[in-house]
């Protein structure tokens, strides 16, 4: 079935740091691919997304990139504020109407000032 | 665009006690609608998702129910808690190409 997988947490960096979080999926057909932000004690926010090969998602200076070939969806941000600290998902959807967005597990990134 | 609207915020109930968390959805109209469970520092588990009014699916075996009684309404219910249903109730509604729109949350913790 269909499956996400992203690094393990927390990940702690300074302020102005290089932030990569790693996520991988397993999935027939073409999923569509997510990320979500929590802040703290909030619901999520859908941050970014791509639905098919290739396609670069991005928003706040977060980027990510559908690359089918390596089935992965890593996000990334140049230059992080301590206001990005919070947890993210990656997540990824099937291709029927029925079918659910599956969330990975979460990472939490605290960012130092 | 759509708002979720879930209430309480928080809440706090004994062993035992019934439980009715309420999600309404603006701004759309016919959406799918989801419950999801978040314990404390895990991920999310989803726990009912529903079509259309009265079609409610059940992901996990639980104490827990949904019910849909009007097409922006979804309820979370439990005659009796269990000190395990303690955790972040969160409602969601949208489509699965096009990402979800959550609600701000109910933690519910069971004493």
Redesign the interface.
Known sequence: GNSVTQMEGPVTLSEEAFLTINCTYTATGYPSLFWYVQYPGEGLQLLLKATKADDKGSNKGFEATYRKETTSFHLEKGSVQVSDSAVYFCALSGYSSASKIIFGSGTRLSIRP | SQT?H?WPATLVQPVGSPLSLECTVEGTSNP?L?WYRQAAG???Q?LF?S?GIGQISS?VPQNLSASRPQDRQFILSSKKLLLSDSGFY?C?SG???????????T?LTVV
């Not at chain 2, 699965?96 to 609600?103: D, E, K, S």
């Open positions: 979720i879930q799918n989801y895990r991920g999310l989803l998702y079509v992901e969160l969601a489509q699965v190409n096009y990402g979800y729109t959550f609600g701000s949350g933690r």
